[in-house]
């Protein structure tokens, strides 16, 4: 029986790799440190605040508060209907997203009970 490719099958000696392999992998350290920088490059730049959602710095602790109530019971409330169309083990995980919401609205109540109304 005659084989088509000869066993080792025959290669082009020139290589496009092999002459500039370290030319190649300079390149690539160049890329990978461009797209992907180390730790350390990341802690230097300086964290800039994006204005993109922020909370108004002017808004008093009891309007915060109120507001994360709220923001807490709608949660929960899209949650809860969320469970009603699952079954089993995605079904008790979340309920027990909503019991971890209800135990921080529970705090942030207690918080606006502390929280000297504005004037």
Do not use: C, W
């Not at 082009?12 to 092999?18: F, K, Q």
């Not at 969320?82 to 027990?96: P, Q, T």
């Amino acid at each position: 029986m005659f084989k088509i490719t000869p066993n080792p099958p025959d290669t082009d000696p020139v290589s496009p790799y092999e002459p500039d392999s370290k030319k190649l992998n300079e390149a690539a350290e160049r890329a990978l440190d461009f797209h992907f920088p180390s730790s350390a490059d990341i802690k230097a730049t300086p964290r800039t605040s994006s204005k993109l959602f922020s909370v108004d710095p002017e808004a008093t602790a009891e309007t915060l508060a109120v507001f994360l109530v709220e923001t807490l019971a709608s949660v929960d409330v899209m949650v809860h209907q969320l469970v009603d169309h699952l079954e089993g083990e995605s079904r008790y995980a979340l309920l027990g997203i909503s019991n971890s919401i209800m135990v921080a609205e529970i705090t942030a109540n207690r918080v606006l009970d502390r929280v000297e109304p504005s004037k």
